[in-house]
């Protein structure tokens, strides 16, 4: 709880004692402190006493005493820096937080109570349970409460009591308020009355319905708060009107403008609606302007009340119905004032009027006032959303106007001339601005004058405070200037002016408020204060030489409302900060001379100044100390815990010039640039060697709470009867608090071996900057001495045995404050390896053993199943790849462009973190390149794929690689041998030839297929002409001798062998013979011809040609036809061709190849070349004859 928290931390604080005396006392709080009242001052068993939170200081209220802690909620109760304890009912102590506390109704904040006479007792009179329960009987204590309460909000950070009035009685004394067993069947109203703060008895109230009363007369208390009980249970909607009155005619409230209290001589009304059997309403003038109104009503409802109450307070800016609105006075209960209120500004502008308008007409009553208001309101419409206003009377009109601008001065709000919606529009006159700011300073206050504009033909009254003064007028302008006297009224003042212009026609209007200030009074110095300064060579430029003190016009603290500046400042060899007034030199002045004068101005708000002129000499002489920490444990100022039970300070005074009397002036401790603690008295002496100690002490060294301190020594002494000052000072560090505590695990071990190492590495938690850290280590039970640190335990552990050890680890900060040693680490060191791992090849492809495979991934068996298995990749003899999982090895291995020469080191680590290993080397080899074929593509063309070669060439054959090829298509394949094979004669069509490779790693190869058909054919053509021709002498040239004749399944090409072309030519693609030279001799000539097919395949014929004088001719005859050699077609039917062959030479197989008939005198022939006659041959002749056909 934040109790037991707070407790924790007051056992480390310094106690300070507080002894109570009778009246207010208060305490300057300072962190590091607890504050404990002395029991030994009261008897705790009859104590009373409330703690309230008063802004930020702690108000704690005993019967006779009041002690209040400065600025307790906001030094101590943040962060718990310092703490206020009080007696608890327990004998023990309740410490004030600021979290914890319940607020009354008038708003203050009870942080704790003790005692039957408490602040449930005393103040609200009216904490209860229920109507039937005192308030004695529902809470007992500040705990009580606060736990009664816990229910209610979801964490108590505060805890809202809403006091209920009780203490009213009637008139007889009675009292009848809420405690009353009968009251359950009776009707409550409870509420405030809001004129101001009411500081009498004497105003009663009682409720009435229809005119007939319904209740008694009850008494308001001091508090402004009333209890009204009904004769009987009224049921809600009864509308009910409440009437105050004052039965005496002393002061009863305090009015808000005047702040004089005033007796109220007239009634009040509230009409209101009941809506429970408790209800609460306020009373105020603004209650009764309502009442008033619904009384012209002849007949009221309950909407038609809740729209007048409501509409009423729309007039004074009070969004809500003014009878239960929360009303807030300008002036709080507490004297305060509450500014920009807009409810409690408006109470103050209504009594403001009642006292300025008795001011000016001694007949008029309050409650003649309050009618006047209430006649000059009109509510238009319940259902309109707009309230119209008109008033009738110009006085009315101005006193309203009035009575608005004295509240906005007296009350420091922001004016809004709230009634000027009550005036007619018409040329309202207009005030300039005064003396060019509206504030009148010394300088002015001669000849000033407050003009402004009218409508022509006017007056104008001006309302100067209250004081109406004539204005001189001049067509549409006017002026006033101020006089002495007026100055004198107003001088000091904020105060408000209002013109009042008359037309010709009588009708009145006025001007905007205008608010001004009178100030002619100059701001004075501080005269006490030296302007003849010493100071010594080299200060500091930002150690001020003087530190002027002015007091503007409203008193106060010095330097509030003024600005400091120096007369002829950009020549001056000084600065001032215009705020503070304090005066610096420029630039360091490091010689000593005399008298640098410097004139100061200061000027307050209002434009008033006055000046002050120093005189400072620079002279060489000077103080200064060392400061020296004494007694700690090292020398970097940093002061731990053990160090502050025995620190000194001490150090050596240096002196420049002649000083005498030294002495040490103040020793001061400050944090954070404020002062935590000062040393005035019992201070050390500086002795002959200008040496001075300060021994320790609680008193001094106890103040001195963790943080960063600046410790100041003053020094005083005398030259030339000059007091001269100096110091030192010395920056240190207040470190207290100890490290925090580590921890530390062993850095290998797992979840199946948790308290087991290979090692003993540990993981310890991280070291604050500049600490060391000490290590104590036990092996069994036995002390390892030789280890204190890191550096020795790792030395250790690398050849420590296996056994069990205990690790211990403790923190040392650099203020010598020594940490909770660490958690105890307790482990077994082992250093007993794993089974080496058995590493095989997943797939051998290819030949079995060869370590040559298309698959790199392995099997690794003999692991436990906790061990953990890593792959340390090498490839190509090159730098080994990082450490991977066998789920990223397999990735790696499997991935593109792997293949290459490997060595895995597989590591198996057991679960202490020992390993043991296996290597494996295989060759990867994923790819095999397609082979490629050849074939010599012989004949007459080298790309028509027909060849006579019938051998195929295989190449880009594997180095130990088996190869296959298929000739149908890849049906059948056939393994090869060599680098190459042989295809039958015949015809391939495309991809019918086929051939792949399988590599020693197993990889097949894409097939490589012949691309086009291929025909093999190794037959030569067939000669089917004669060899022996014969050809008569003297035959032309360009005869034709022979005529080769060979077969085949291609084209034929005819050539000539040898040499035998200087006698023949023969035409390569039809096979004719002839002769290169006519012959004219009879001989015998042989040739040989070579026949050629498309595959290049050649036959080779010998023909003989006989070279004789042979011939043949034959005659032709027509036979059966006339004479004339003319057929006609009758003899065309039975005509026929014979004829006898004449022969020269021996000529043997005679035969007619052609009969050619052609058209005289055409080109166009007929040849017969088949079913030709045979020639008859017989003894005597050759004939032959051509039967007729058609």
Known sequence: TLQTKAQKIATQLNQEVITTTPGKQHIQVQAGTVYQLNTEDFNTNKLNLIAKKIGDDLEVTLEDSVIIFDNYFEVCTTDLSCLVSLPAEDGGLYHIVADVFFTLEDGTQIVYFYGEQSIIATESSAVSADDNQSSKDVVTSFEDMITANMGIVAAVAAVAIAAVVVGSGSDSGSGSGSGGGDNENKTLITGDVNLGLVTSNSLKIQAFVDGTAISEKFVVDDNGKFTITLNKLYSQGTIVTLELTDTTTTADYINEASGIAEDLNSDLKAIIVIQSNNTKINITPLTDIAAKIMDKETSLTEELVASINAQVGEVFNIFGDVTTEMVKTVINNKGEVVAGNAYGKALAIVSYFEKNAKEHNNTISTSDINKDIADAIDIVNANTSTTKVNIADNNMRMELRKAEAMADIRYDMVPNDHFNNLQAIEVMPVIATVATD???????????????????????????????????????????????????????????????????????????????????????????????????????????????????????????????????????????????????????????????????????????????????????????????????????????????????????????????????????????????????????????????????????????????????????????????????????????????????????????????????????????????????????????????????????????????????????????????????LTFTLSHTPPSSPIVTLQKDSGLTSDHITNNGQLTVTDVSDDDTITYIVTKDSEEPLATMTAAEYIAYITGDNKDGNYSVLVVVTNTVGNTSNAIKTFTLDTNSPTPIFKLTDTGSSDNDGITNNNTITVEKLELGATWQYSVDGGTNFIDGTGHSFTLDEGTYAKNAIQIKQTDIAGNVSSIAENTATIIVDTTGPVFTSTTTVQVEINTAISEIIYTAVATDDTPVTYTLDGNQNNKFTIKHDTGELKYQEKQTQIENHNVTIVATDSAGNETRQVVKVLATDIGLSTSVTWNNIGDDNYINSSELATATLSGTVNIIGTITNLSITSIVFKQKGTDSTYTLDSNLPNIITSADNSTWTLANNA
């Open 438 to 824: 509206d504030v009148i300073n010394f300088s002015e206050k001669d000849n000033t004058s407050i003009t402004g504009t009218v409508k022509a033909g006017s007056t104008v009254v001006l309302s100067i405070n209250g004081r109406d003064k004539n204005a001189s007028v001049s067509g549409t302008t006017w002026h006033y200037t101020l006089t002495n006297a007026d100055i004198t009224a107003i001088e000091g003042k904020t105060v408000s002016i209002i013109a009042t212009a008359t037309d010709a026609d009588k009708k009145v209007t006025l001007s905007n408020t205008k608010v001004i200030t009178v100030d002619t009074t100059v701001p004075t110095f501080e005269l006490s204060l030296p302007t003849i300064i010493n100071i010594a060579t080299n200060t500091p430029i930002t150690t001020p030489v003087y530190d002027a003190q002015a007091i503007n016009l409203k008193g106060g603290n010095a330097d509030d409302g003024i600005t400091y500046s120096l007369k002829e400042a950009t020549s001056s060899k000084f600065k001032i900060n215009a705020d503070t007034g304090k005066v610096t030199y420029k630039t360091l002045q490091t010689s000593a001379h005399n008298n640098d004068m410097a004139t100061i101005i200061a000027t307050d708000n209002a434009g008033n100044t006055t000046e002050q002129l120093i005189t400072v000499s620079v002279q060489d002489i000077g103080l200064t100390t060392s400061i020296v920490w004494g007694n700690i444990s090292n020398n970097d100022n940093i002061i731990g815990t053990s160090d502050l039970t025995t620190v000194t300070l001490s150090g050596t005074v240096f002196v420049t010039g002649t000083v005498d009397s030294i002495s040490i002036a103040s020793i001061v401790f400050k944090k954070n640039g404020n002062t935590v603690h000062e040393i005035n008295t019992n201070l050390p002496n500086v002795d002959n060697n200008n040496t001075w100690t300060l021994i320790h002490d609680d008193t001094w060294a106890s103040k001195l709470i963790n943080g960063d301190y600046t410790i100041v020594v003053n020094l005083s002494g005398n030259s030339d009867s000059t007091t001269i000052e100096g110091s030192g000072t010395l920056t240190t560090t207040i470190d207290t608090i100890a490290p925090t505590q580590p921890t530390v695990a062993l850095t290998n071990s797992t979840n199946n071996t948790p308290n087991i190492t290979k090692d003993g590495a540990v993981a310890i938690s991280v070291l604050e900057v500049n600490g060391t850290r000490t290590y104590h280590l036990k092996k069994g039970d036995v002390e390892v001495t030789n280890v204190t640190n890191e550096e020795s335990y790792i030395a250790y552990m690398a050849n420590a045995d296996e056994a069990t050890y205990t690790l211990a680890i403790t923190d040392t900060d650099n203020a010598g404050n020594i940490s909770i040693r660490s958690n105890t």
